[in-house]
């Protein structure tokens, strides 16, 4: 960058007109008890090269660029995870994205933790583009190979990579046999060969190497306990020479940490195995920094145990370390925690750049060996928004939760989030905004905070159905109100949808044959179920179906209920409102043939704590007579 050649000064000054300054406040960090000397707390950086090349810098606590593997290291990360593609280039040499993560590009990031004191986690994917369990492709060169020529192809690269990183100082702790291997690897889907002749291959390279580096195989989906299980199983079975059984962890999509931590326990004690976290990462925003979407943005519907902010994930890799040291886990890796916006001013300027350098997570060049879904969908970084570094790569305060996690890191008890307020009110009615809202405390802790709102609510509109928003103000955080006016109804369980029907009384007046809730969606008014009747008799049918409205406020109010049915002869059909046992209102009705549906209404008015029933009445005197209930409504009358 030019500006090096600047003064001092000069430096100063545009460090602080150009770098924003770092996230307030501190984050607090509860420390692991017990936590070992050894865990490992790592971070797979792999895309760093080519954002660097894109123009990324990286920016110290204090504001001042510094290489990123001497800033994670003096964050308290010991280890490197870098994944490794065979031949990740078109036939023009044109990089298909996602790092360009080649054998050479891995050695020169693997120099560069050695020479930070971080081991490195090799991950082969044994491929030359993306692995995971939608993705095995074997390499182009390997394509059509049987699987002992393909056992010695992956045997010999293996042992040839490895020497390369040997050749160059790099310290490799660990080997990765594959990315998310979940019944398929390189290409096959059987597991004798996927175990016995390919993994079993990549083993005993590794093994030649050096037989101190430990060996991991990875899986995803822990959720699926079973499917980790028998997997685990495939590899004894085969007898695979490995130490660690690696998994992902991904809050939004893996399932509970009490189960990770059940799984992993059981193949640690079953199978003797060291287990660890191989990939996990936490958005600290929504918001999107490159123009290109995030796997986790605004809109999707996600399972996040902790807030979207700088707090929220440093606590979410304090509890995931947490629970694999609480199992005696190897430790846990940070998935592309630097992989951040090579720009903030368009979508084309950042496209250049990812075509170019392949700093996205896919350049358009991929289509030649994944067009089905890189070849359409490639774009910039789908995780900016999870890295630990701003988009002007700035480190954000959650990466200090590394070297705070064994002794702690105190800071006042702030809120971090504060819940939205949901309120549903009906028309006509007042509304009443709440004195608290509930916060996410920076310790993970729940608590009510005083909230001061910026709007009388009583200024709002309730005559119609509409959506309102008041914001306020909690803990020095916005808060915001929703507030929905609905035509509300009063009725508990209206259409029968809900198996609980202890809220309908019915009386069978006549021994009436049939009185039931029934499933048949075409004799239904909404959804599918419905109260039903019918008698053969010659006496017809006769009866009442009726449920107490609870919580019904002093007013005004509209009650309706829908018929239809047939064959009634002499019929006397009506609905009806009691309020404290006396019958208030009625409204006749008649049944005439299927699905002509009938809604005899009722208006009324009530003081508060008054006992309302709304029901119906039904005396058919045909033989065979019939019909459908359904829909009982009590809103607010406003006309």
């Known amino acids: 960058m030019h500006y090096r050649l600047i003064s001092a000064a000069l430096v100063l000054l545009f460090i602080a007109l150009v770098i924003p300054a770092r996230a307030e406040g501190e984050i607090f960090v509860e420390a692991i008890p017990g936590l070992s000397e050894d865990f490992i707390l790592g971070m797979d950086v792999s895309s760093v090269i080519s954002l660097e090349e894109s123009g990324v810098r990286y920016y110290d606590d204090d504001g001042r660029e510094k290489d990123l593997f001497a800033i994670l290291a003096s964050h308290g990360v010991n280890w490197i995870r870098v994944r490794v593609w065979v031949d990740p280039y078109d036939k023009n040499g044109f990089s298909y994205g996602g790092g360009g993560n080649d054998l050479a590009r891995a050695v020169a990031i693997g120099k560069r933790a050695t020479e930070n004191g971080m081991r490195l986690l090799v991950d082969f994917h044994y491929s030359d583009f993306w692995a995971d369990p939608s993705k095995q492709q074997a390499p182009k060169a390997w394509q059509g190979m049987a699987i002992e020529e393909k056992a ?151 399972d996040h145990p902790w807030p979207f902010t700088v707090q929220g994930q440093a606590n979410e890799v304090r509890a995931v370390a947490s629970a694999l040291s609480s199992i005696g886990g190897l430790g846990v890796f940070y998935w592309e925690g630097a992989w951040i916006s090579v ?75 504060v819940d939205d307020v949901e309120i549903t009110v009906d028309i006509g009615q007042d509304i009443r905004l709440p004195d608290t809202v509930s916060a996410v405390m920076n310790d993970n802790s729940r608590r009510e905070v005083s909230v001061v709102w910026d709007a009388d609510p009583s200024s709002l509109d309730t005559s119609a159905p509409a959506d309102h928003t008041v914001t306020g103000t909690a803990g020095g955080m916005q808060a915001v109100a929703n507030i929905h006016v609905v035509k509300y109804n009063y009725a508990r369980n209206p259409s029968f949808e809900d198996a609980d029907t202890s809220m309908w009384t019915c009386e069978d007046l006549r021994g009436t044959e049939q009185l039931y809730r029934e499933e048949k969606k075409n004799d239904s008014r909404t959804g599918t179920w419905h109260w039903h009747f019918y008698s053969a008799k010659a006496t017809g049918v006769e009866f009442t179906l009726e449920q107490k409205i609870e919580g019904l406020p002093a007013g005004n109010w509209v009650a309706g209920i829908s018929l239809m049915g047939g064959d009634a002869g002499q019929q006397d059909i009506r609905s009806y409102v009691k309020i404290d046992g006396e019958t208030v209102a009625t409204c006749p009705a008649v049944i005439t043939k299927w699905n002509e549906w009938k809604t005899p209404e009722v208006r009324f008015s009530c003081e508060e704590g008054q006992e309302v029933i709304c029901g119906v009445y039904v005396r058919c005197d045909g033989a065979g007579a019939w019909g459908k209930i359904d829909d009982l409504y009590v809103n607010a009358d406003v006309n």
Not at 190 to 200: A, D, E, Q, R, S
Not at 229 to 257: I, M, Q, R
Not at 397 to 414: C, D, M, N, T, W
């Open 152 to 302: 010695e192809a992956v045997y010999r690269y293996t042992l040839d990579s490895l020497s390369a990183f040997r050749d160059n100082g790099v310290d490799v702790g660990m080997v990765q046999l594959g990315n998310e291997t979940n019944g398929c690897f390189c290409g096959e889907k059987i597991w004798m060969n996927i175990v016995w002749h390919l993994m079993g291959s990549a083993a005993r390279a590794v093994r030649e190497t050096d037989p101190g580096i430990l060996i991991a195989v990875h899986f995803a989906n822990p959720e699926n306990a079973d499917a980790y299980l028998n997997w685990a199983s495939k590899l004894a079975y085969y007898d695979l020479d490995y130490d660690v059984f690696a998994t992902s962890y991904y809050p939004y999509w893996h399932g509970t940490l009490e189960n990770l931590t059940s799984v992993l326990g059981q193949i640690k004690e079953k199978y003797g195995k060291s287990v660890m976290v191989a990939e996990t990462s936490y958005a600290w925003t929504l918001e999107d920094s490159d123009f290109s979407g995030n796997t986790i943005g605004e809109g999707g519907a996600y």
């Open 343 to 417: 720009g903030t001013s368009s979508w084309e300027e950042n496209h250049l750049l990812w075509e170019k350098y392949g700093s996205g997570w896919a350049s358009s060049f991929a289509a030649e060996y994944d067009p089905a879904d890189a070849g359409k969908y490639y774009g910039g970084s789908a995780c900016d928004n999870q890295a630990m570094f701003d988009s002007h790569g700035q480190a954000l305060p959650s990466l200090s939760v590394f070297k705070y996690l064994r002794e702690g890191h105190a800071a006042q008890i702030v809120p971090d989030s």
